[in-house]
């Protein structure tokens, strides 16, 4: 029986699409908004019978904050209103600068997003630029005072690390001016360079350049020693928070929370089936207006599926992965069935065992992927 459950409200809508951005993100469809929005609840009340405690609801995108005001207060009162959420449930929607004024803050506040995310990326405006964001400094400078001044205590900044013409010192500063302002959480993602991307093209052509690798793990590095100094847990390999500040939707995903994805293009993990919507927002409306399934790929999380996402993702946390609980739930003695290649990750400093749980080392994050396929690699021999 499930007594935890996550939501996810997917918005595809941006002003601008940035170069780097390969999600399922459309600009130049605005007139499908309302539409759009009465899909949404649509598809909600599919769900309505079953539900237990909302953990979690998070508005993702594209760009949420872009997306009709009052058509996002409509949504979240419908899921108070139809859903079991208390006091506590985290309620969080993104927002980038240049699509968000004062006056919406106060009006996501007062309707009940109690956590914000805020996309800045980067603090310098030439680099802004280059990766095509929409917003400058001074914007994302503003909308963090006017959040504050909104009554927000829990924001949330991301931040991307690798990108072109990025310097470690450049990094420094923008880990210093973020940190500065005390949000309550810090993202800092290594920039993963997409194909069919504009950013992956311009690169390709040679008309802008990545720091080398050295440089990417040294930002990294830079990334955790820094914040941690300045006070913030490193709680998952991207993300960093105050204590009592993690985020309680994305820890859901890392620890197996089931979760409902509503929208064109969400996921959903209920029981053992995963499922993908279809990615078109058009095409999204027409089925729900004609009451039909938006579903366009179902998966069976098999034995074999789970176990190899329980390493992926217990090993992503920094707290790692409960061996005991892991034999639990899999019958599997993850220090004996892979004991060799254990050892050998061990020796090089990438894991290690503390208090019963299988962990990487700072050195083990720079290298994640690597540790993470090897061990899989052994559990599938």
């Not at 001016?177 to 052509?205: C, D, F, M, N, W």
Request: glycine share 6%; with cysteine; proline share 3%.
């Amino acid at each position: 029986m499930i007594t935890e459950l996550s939501l996810y409200l997917h918005l595809p809508f941006c002003k601008h699409k940035c170069y780097y951005c390969d999600f399922n993100s459309f600009s130049g469809k605005d007139e499908l908004m309302p539409d759009y929005a009465d899909a949404l609840i649509s598809e909600m009340q599919s769900f309505l019978p079953q539900s237990p405690l909302i953990k979690s609801v998070y508005f993702g995108g594209g760009t949420p904050s872009y997306f009709s005001t009052e058509l996002l207060v409509h949504l979240i009162q419908f899921i108070k209103e139809h859903f079991f959420i208390n006091a506590f449930t985290e309620v969080t929607i993104e927002a980038n600068p240049g699509t968000v004024h004062f006056k919406d803050l106060i009006r996501f506040h007062e309707a009940g997003f109690n956590r914000l995310s805020l996309g800045l990326q980067a603090t310098q405006d030439q680099l802004l630029q280059v990766i095509g964001r929409i917003h400058t400094w001074q914007d994302f400078l503003t909308s963090y005072k006017q959040a504050r001044e909104s009554g927000y205590t829990n924001i949330g900044v991301d931040l991307i690390f690798g990108l072109p013409g990025q310097t470690i010192e450049a990094w420094q500063d923008s880990l210093e001016r973020v940190t500065a302002l005390k949000p309550e959480h810090i993202s800092a993602y290594g920039l993963q360079l997409e194909p069919r991307t504009k950013l992956a093209a311009l690169v390709e052509h040679g008309s802008l350049k990545l720091p080398s690798e050295d440089d990417v793990c040294a930002m990294m590095q830079r990334t955790m020693d820094y914040l941690r100094d300045n006070g913030y847990e490193h709680y998952e390999i991207s993300n960093f928070a105050k204590p009592g500040f993690h985020s309680i939707h994305n820890t859901g995903y890392w620890s197996g929370r089931n979760y409902l994805g509503f929208g064109a293009g969400a996921s959903s993990t209920y029981h053992q089936d995963r499922w993908v919507n279809i990615t078109d927002p058009g095409a999204y409306i027409q089925v729900q207006k004609n009451r039909i399934s938006a579903v366009a790929s179902l998966e069976v999380i098999d034995h074999t599926i789970a176990i190899t996402e329980a390493v992926m993702l217990g090993l992503r946390m920094r707290k790692g992965i409960d061996l005991a609980q892991f034999q639990a739930s899999f019958q599997i003695a993850l220090a004996d069935q892979a004991a060799d290649e254990l050892a050998r990750l061990t020796k090089q400093e990438l894991l290690r065992v503390q208090d019963g749980r299988l962990l990487l080392t700072d050195r083990g994050v720079l290298l994640s992927n690597y540790v993470i396929a090897s061990l899989l690699a052994k559990l599938e021999e």
